[in-house]
């Protein structure tokens, strides 16, 4: 990683350790509403990678970045946006390793791909949950779908600025990592969904998962939208682009997950199970099956 000056980059992987690697491409217009901000656009394209790497439970190392930009990326834009990676290569402590840049006529398209370390053996993996596993999130969910809706002007709300940073600025739970390694048999960002990766744990595991709604928790900003009638709670388990994680843990190591998790201002929620079978059901506070009409993103 010297000054990005070469065709190529080589990377040293330190003895013991493997290499988590994820990509992810982010659309204008489908990813990000046209006419975005930059730094919004920069601080999401990462952030959302970079929570791949969490759900494995590696640490970030470095990224590539790929550029197709549209005439309105002018050098204000491009300040902008360098700016923003800047930061949060200094927030979650991940260098630039190179890419390439190329213009397009239609929208701007970003593609990074981040890697990250993780001792060797110890990636946490989507198909490791095991029967009997709890189901835990890691922090509330709908809050992205909000902003989104906010930004196309479909929903009005006292909470708009919280709302708005949700979308814009997601976390990725990357302070996690260890803790993840050490309790937790499989994990998956929810970018697509709470109902839709929570289901894609339960598939890859070979088990069913039960999600009881009555366990789910929202943020003071997305309740109030439920309350109006605005949203139903399903609506909001299904909107995706939360970026919080979905993790199968077993019950004896919950309380050292949920002291670790506190260490760092995090307070996961238990909201359910896997089980032997198959699929993923949401259950009232009867036990009884609620019908699910959307599981989350649909990608085509």
């Known amino acids: 990683m010297d000054g990005l000056k070469d065709d190529g ?6 003895e013991g350790f493997e290499l988590a690697v994820s990509s992810d491409v982010l659309n204008e217009g489908v990813h990000f509403p046209f006419g975005e901000a930059p730094h919004y656009i920069a601080h999401k394209a990462l952030r959302v990678n970079l929570s791949d790497l969490a759900s494995m439970g590696a640490k970030p190392l470095c990224y590539q970045l790929g550029l197709a930009l549209s005439s309105v990326c002018d050098e204000s834009w491009l300040a902008a946006f360098s700016k923003a990676l800047s930061e949060d290569q200094a927030l979650f402590d991940v260098k630039l390793l190179g890419g390439d840049t190329t213009s397009t006529k239609s929208g701007i398209s970003i593609s990074i791909t981040a890697m990250g370390l993780v001792p060797k053996g110890e990636a946490v993996k989507r198909g490791g949950a095991k029967d009997g596993d709890v189901l835990v999130l890691s922090g509330s969910v709908g809050n992205a779908l909000i902003g989104l809706d906010i930004l196309r002007d479909d929903v009005v709300s006292a909470d708009e600025a919280y709302l708005l940073e949700c979308y814009r ?15 937790v048999h499989a994990a998956a960002d929810i970018s697509d969904g709470l109902i839709a990766d929570a289901g894609h744990i339960a598939k890859a595991s070979g088990l069913a998962c ?10 003071d900003a997305a309740q109030a939208q439920i309350d109006v009638g605005r949203y139903s709670a399903l609506d909001l388990m299904a909107g995706g682009d939360d970026y919080e994680l979905a993790m199968a843990i077993a019950p004896e190591k919950l309380d050292d997950f949920m002291s670790d998790a506190a260490l760092h201002g995090i307070h996961p929620q238990v909201i359910g199970c896997f089980e032997k079978g198959s699929g993923i059901t949401v259950v009232d506070g009867q036990g009884q099956a609620i019908a699910i009409d959307k599981a989350g993103w649909q990608h085509f």
């Open 210 to 219: 039960r999600i009881d709604l009555d366990a789910v928790e929202f943020s």
């Open 9 to 14: 980059a080589v990377l040293a992987v330190p």
């Open 169 to 183: 600025k997601p976390t990725p739970r990357v302070a996690l990592a260890e803790t993840l390694r050490a309790n």
